[in-house]
Structure formats: C-alpha cells, structure tokens
C-alpha cells in the first residue's frame, strides 16, 4: 500500500494496490488490521454512497462535533474527484490548513479525513460517485457547515465561483470565522 502524509498530522492518502490482468483488476480497499497499523481507527459504522451528476458540484464543508464526531475514509469509485481535509481542532498547531487530494477510479486513492477535520470536494468529472466510511453515525444537531469559498481558509479549489454547483444548505453556510464559537472539539 502506497501512504502520503501531509503536513498536517493525522491525514493520510493511500493507495492500495491492484492486481491486474486482462480481466480487469483487484485491490482490497479495506482491512482493518492494515489501517490501524498505519493510524486509520474505527470503528465505522456507517458508509455513505454520492453521485454528482455535474463537473464542477462542490459538496462542503461538513463535519460534525462531538459526541458524534466523525471520522471519514473517502474514495471515488466512479469518476473523479478533488477532496479536501481542513483541520479545526482546538489548540492544533495546523488550524485552518487544509489538504487537498486528487481521487479518482483511476487512481484509487483513499484519503482519512480525521475527526477534528472539516470535510468537503468538488467533482472533476460528470457522473462521479463518492463513498465514504464514517467512525460515527450521522447526527442533526452535531453537523456543523462552512462556506466552501471562505476567504480565510482560501482553498485551491479546481471551479470558479461563477460555474460551482452548490445545494441550497451549502451555499447558506457560514464562515470560517464562526468555528471558534462552534468547534470545541
């Protein structure tokens, strides 16, 4: 398995191998085992399944606070997508930087997006799926959102603000600015 680390502590890209031949391929894209070892800690408990249907569709920024925190192992299995880390962990020395990953099918990359971390992408390609493993169950009143565009954070994002596919909950988030008063975590 092929594991970057980043500059901020926690994040992690790998790539697990694939075995290929004029079939086709096969790569195993989870063990838990292998995780741990490399400082990928469930338990999951829920994964999530996306398809954005447009080039340019940003989902994000999301996370959610404790008690239900969530930890996230992302992959693109259809397509491709630009995916984004931002740590918000209280007193971290790296608050507010970002990391940002390419996955793909192609690829098959997988980025850990730790607790602690806003989540969001944009999609490279139509009809791009996205799944997820989570560490927590998804909770209403512990999902917190911040604006994708956010000056503050100023995230290389790979769409113009004119030609961004946003949902309504999205494009309502509010700014950076706020986390302190939200993300004790």
Not at 20 to 40: L, Q
Not at 83 to 99: H, K
Not at 164 to 184: C, G, R, T
Request: overall charge negative; charged content about 20%.
């Amino acid at each position: 398995m092929d594991i970057q680390t980043f500059n901020i502590a926690g994040m992690i890209l790998l790539t697990p191998p694939r075995f290929g031949d004029e079939r086709g391929y096969f790569s195993e894209t989870f063990n838990a085992a292998r995780m741990k070892e490399i400082g990928i800690s469930g338990p999951f408990v829920q994964d999530n399944h996306s398809l954005s249907c447009q080039r340019g569709v940003v989902r994000g920024l999301h996370c959610q606070l404790a008690p239900h925190a969530q930890g996230k192992l992302v992959r693109c299995t259809r397509g491709s997508i630009w995916d984004v880390g931002v740590d918000i962990r209280a007193g971290s020395p790296t608050f507010g930087q970002w990391v940002g990953a390419t996955l793909s099918a192609e690829n098959g990359s997988q980025l850990w997006i730790p607790t602690g971390f806003l989540h969001g992408f944009c999609t490279l390609s139509e009809n791009a799926e996205v799944q997820y493993k989570c560490t927590d169950f998804w909770d209403r009143n512990c999902e917190r959102s911040v604006r994708w565009d956010d000056p503050l954070l100023a995230i290389d994002w790979p769409v113009s603000e004119k030609d961004v596919i946003l949902s309504e909950k999205d494009a309502a988030a509010l700014p950076f600015s706020n986390v302190d008063d939200w993300f004790h975590i």
